[in-house]
């Protein structure tokens, strides 16, 4: 006998062996909405549900056998919205297990019971992640200003935990990894939704853009950086032991972050493309420029200080790149008694100094290759070095500024320049309207006007200037905390940090002479508005090859395991 399909709008077309009798299937039945029905049973084309022909009618208690053995009987009922210690102790107690399938329905006899116990066992799929909301490219453009605002003070909050958390390092580097590529790719997308509501497109009122999706998981991850930060402010020490309540979490969110930056990168391409604003090579290469310096990388990675002058190193400086270095040691003892610097070296800082006086440009790049080469110093910006007793009579004035002062031609200028010389030092003492003159107030001065374009300086890094000043205060601290009264009674030059502003890469050495065979110094390099600097065998306690690292902000300076930052 065929008996007809039972529909869900109503019961007047069920074949009487189908309806429920049972009072408990009654109310099993009333408890599950017709959506849930039709996720969990396959129906046919006219939304139907086939019912099978009925060998036999089952009892309660088969019921009941079906619901045994689809859900493994428990003593507790594992918690579901849990954070923390109580989530970690939910996962040990209760170890998650698939709801498995009666094995008396795997044969294949059609045995059916009715639909209301059958709904018990069935598991619920769950739904499938979507772009469902559409939304104009104004809203969008908001949601990712929003979303970008979110990821810049989480990525700041992780990266200065993971600088002081070694036990959490591999999981919350792959946390700030993720949420900085969520940054740039919402960034991008900001840039192309400004763009098309600018020039509006048929087709592209609206944008498949799940905002509740994105700023649910945006919640989740600032939420998190907060909780990290605070771990961190509060007690440090236990810090590695409080990662293990949130790495779950992370974990998590980590694969959110990697799902949702893929759904907007394919939201990029088909707005791209769609809208003929860009074409589809054009934005895999925006978003190949984009994700470039995303990756965190460790700040000093390959970098470290060596004595030029040891007779073991000589023959392997030419293998080593040098740094842009800062010149500190700017003044010599009166006799070879105490001095901290060879005769050799001490020649050729004054045949430059000569060559620059006198405008003789081909004897000084002569010197300033002795110096990379031999000494794995640039010496373009160097000063001619004075003894002790002649300490107060310094003038500071770079090879730059005399061959400004001495008009040289723009060839020469502009070798200086493409050399690594600075344009924003100042002079200590000049002959001029002020003391402390830069090599373009110098042209100004004298009126050499073919000068002014390209001694102007070019900013690569632009940090204001009471930041500068800020934390050169703390490094100098520091510095002077270090060397103690070296730096008074030697008359050290300490860095100055805006010179760092003209750097691509904003990055230096400060190498600190002694008697000593030993390298030590100091490599400080800007991130952003803060400074980090690497200090080497600065004490007697270190002279074994250990560093310190500081973290300088313009609230304060504090230590940390390793420093890092995006990109180079």
Not at 63 to 84: M, Q
Not at 486 to 492: F, G, K, L, T
Request: glycine share 4%.
């Amino acid at each position: 006998m065929k008996h007809p399909a039972v529909s869900l709008s109503g019961t007047q077309n069920r074949p009487k062996e189908a309806l429920i009798s049972s009072h408990k299937g009654q109310r099993n039945f009333k408890r599950y909405s017709a959506r849930r029905i039709q996720q969990a049973v396959h129906t046919d084309a006219g939304g139907n549900i086939p019912i099978l022909p009925l060998i036999s009618s089952p009892t309660h208690e088969t019921c009941k056998r079906a619901r045994r053995e689809a859900v493994p009987t428990r003593k507790k009922r594992r918690p579901l919205f849990l954070s923390g210690p109580r989530q970690a102790r939910a996962h040990r107690d209760f170890p998650p297990t698939a709801v498995q399938r009666p094995s008396y329905l795997n044969s294949s006899s059609a045995y059916v019971f009715p639909l209301a116990s059958a709904i018990a066992w069935l598991p619920v799929a769950p739904p499938t992640p979507t772009i469902a909301n559409m939304i104009d490219p104004v809203t969008a453009a908001n949601v990712a200003v929003e979303a970008v605002g979110v990821c810049v003070k989480a990525v700041k909050l992780i990266k200065r935990a993971i600088e002081t958390m070694k036990q959490a390092r591999e999981g919350l580097l792959n946390l700030v990894n993720r949420a900085e590529r969520m940054r740039t790719i919402l960034d991008l997308l900001r840039v192309l939704c400004n763009e098309l509501k600018g020039t509006p497109h048929e087709g592209q009122e609206f944008i498949p853009l799940n905002r509740d999706q994105c700023f649910q998981t945006m919640r989740e991850l600032e939420g998190l950086a907060n909780n990290i930060a605070g771990v961190w402010t509060k007690n440090k020490a236990f810090a590695g032991i409080h990662w293990l309540w949130y790495k779950t979490r992370a974990e998590g969110l980590v694969q959110k972050l990697h799902d949702q930056e893929a759904d907007i990168a394919n939201l990029l391409t088909i707005i791209g493309t769609t809208s003929s604003l860009k074409t589809s090579k054009e934005v895999h290469e925006l978003k190949k420029a984009a994700m470039r310096d995303t990756k965190v990388v460790d700040a000093f990675d390959g970098l470290t200080l060596v004595d030029e002058e040891s007779p073991e190193l000589q023959s392997e400086l030419s293998q080593f790149e040098p740094l842009r270095t800062w010149l500190g040691h700017v003044v010599v003892a009166d006799g070879e008694e105490g001095q901290i610097v060879s005769q050799h070296y001490l020649s050729h800082r004054d045949k430059l100094s000569d060559a620059a006086y006198w405008s003789q440009w081909p004897a000084l790049w002569t010197e300033l290759e002795v110096g990379l080469k031999e000494y794995a110093e640039s010496w373009i910006n160097a000063i001619r070095l004075k003894p002790l007793s002649k300490a107060n009579q310094m003038s500071f004035w770079t090879p730059l500024h005399q061959a400004v002062y001495n008009r040289a031609s723009l060839e020469v200028v502009k070798k200086m320049l493409s050399a690594g010389a600075f344009c924003t030092l100042r002079t200590r003492w000049a002959d001029f309207s002020y003391p402390d003159m830069t090599p373009l107030e110098i042209a100004q001065e004298l009126g050499y006007s073919e000068l002014y374009s390209v001694l102007s300086p070019v900013i690569h890094q632009p940090v204001p200037a009471t930041t500068l000043v800020n934390l050169q205060a703390r490094f100098h601290a520091i510095i002077r905390t270090e060397l103690g009264d070296r730096v008074d009674s030697e008359h050290i030059y300490l860095p100055e940090l805006e010179v760092l502003t003209e750097l691509e890469v904003p990055r230096m050495c400060f190498p600190v002479k002694s008697a000593g065979n030993f390298p030590a110094g100091y490599i400080y390099r800007l991130d952003g508005r803060e400074l980090i600097v690497k200090s080497y065998n600065m004490d007697d306690a270190d002279r074994n090859g250990r560093s310190h690292i500081y973290r300088i902000t313009e609230e304060e300076a504090y230590e940390v395991d390793e420093a890092l930052v995006f990109g180079n």
